[in-house]
């Protein structure tokens, strides 16, 4: 079929309510971003589900941060993003601006010149990211390790996306189907998603991050929901191979164990997140227990916008007190949260 002839059934579907969701912070921008929305008709919902990393970080692992900082020979290393995620008192970047150490790079390995720089200062990373990023943290050890340096650390808030999945479902979201995330898939393989398609008897579809490819994959995903096809079926094979990568889960296997994980608006989920093995545990900034999630501001909906639950308009403080140059949660600060794709739009 052309692409016209997909985009002319997704408008013009007539059928029974189809409630769809995308967990993956690349593909809620994407979807903003080319507009899909306004391709669909309105009996097609696309929900943005806990796919962006940074806005399910709870706060205590930003207070963390923050008292990390505080100390007087510790400097936090951050991605951007993360700066001006809210805490439950204030974001990193206020604690910079009272005296916290801080520094924004743009990669991991950026922290291994500063180490080696700065021999008597101690450099955490905030290592918060999904399967995809995990790799990248490895070659930072692998790098510290060869290097022979002791001064690095990693505070960690990895997470894996199945739990996530499962207790949406398990929790009662009304949810026909989701977009399974294209770069996570790059590293699992698409196969990854199978056990949870035959658990919930709900459909899988990878997606590429393009227009074409994400029209393609909701037109495929429309199609399962309609004849019951309860599978992981992938649309992105230039680059999702239905097998993991062997080399990565290697590397993935050798620094981190499954742990537990706390999600913002979810709580803990068993088995949802990655921590360091014991005997790498000297590279832990004090990872574990980071559960708490304190909002700064009582009225924010973040935590119910991840779980599909509510939208960015239900939220009383979207597009007032809550901005992306002012934001109020962390939904609005990264560019993959929904808030802030909401607020672009
Ligand atoms: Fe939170 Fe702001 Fe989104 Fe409201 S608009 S849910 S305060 S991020």
């Not at 995903?221 to 004849?227: D, K, P, R, T």
């Not at 608006?265 to 360091?276: A, N, Q, R």
Request: glycine share 8%; charged share 20%; with cysteine.
């Amino acid at each position: 079929m052309e692409i016209s002839q997909l985009v002319d059934f997704l408008r013009n579907y007539n059928g029974k309510k189809i409630r769809l969701m995308e967990v993956c912070g690349s593909h809620t921008h994407a979807i903003a971003v080319h507009g899909i929305r306004d391709i669909l008709s309105p009996q097609i919902e696309l929900l943005s589900g806990p796919g962006c990393p940074v806005c399910v970080t709870p706060t205590a692992y930003i207070d963390r941060l923050i008292e990390l900082s505080l100390e007087a020979d510790t400097t936090v290393v951050t991605f951007g993003d993360l700066l001006r995620v809210p805490g439950s008192r204030e974001s990193l970047n206020e604690a910079k601006g009272r005296g916290g150490s801080v520094e924004m790079v743009y990669s991991p390995m950026d922290v291994i010149e500063l180490a080696k720089n700065n021999p008597c200062r101690k450099y955490v990373f905030a290592a918060v990211g999904f399967e995809t990023t995990a790799p990248v943290y490895t070659l930072l050890l692998d790098n510290a390790i060869a290097q022979g340096l002791d001064n690095i650390r990693l505070l960690t808030a990895l997470k894996t996306m199945p739990g996530a999945i499962s207790y949406l479902c398990d929790n009662g979201a009304e949810i026909d189907g989701f977009i399974a995330p294209g770069h996570v898939c790059a590293v699992t393989g698409a196969d990854y998603f199978n056990q949870l398609a035959e658990k919930y008897q709900l459909p899988f579809a990878v997606s590429g991050f393009g227009a074409k490819e994400l029209v393609i994959a909701i037109y495929g995903l429309v199609q399962m929901v309609i004849n019951h096809e309860n599978i992981v079926k992938n649309f992105y094979t230039s680059v999702v191979d239905k097998d993991n990568n062997p080399i990565i889960e290697e590397q993935l296997k050798k620094y981190f164990i499954i742990s537990e994980a706390s999600w913002r608006g979810m709580g803990i989920i068993p088995d949802s997140g990655l921590l360091l093995r014991e005997e790498y545990k000297h590279f832990d900034a004090g990872s574990a227990g980071l559960n708490v999630d304190n909002k700064k501001n009582k009225a924010c909906r973040c935590g119910e916008i991840l779980m599909g639950k509510a939208k960015p308009a239900d939220c009383p403080l979207f597009g007032k007190v809550c901005t992306p140059s002012s934001p109020a949660g962390a939904c609005m600060v990264s560019e993959e949260g929904s808030c802030f794709n909401a607020w672009i739009k």
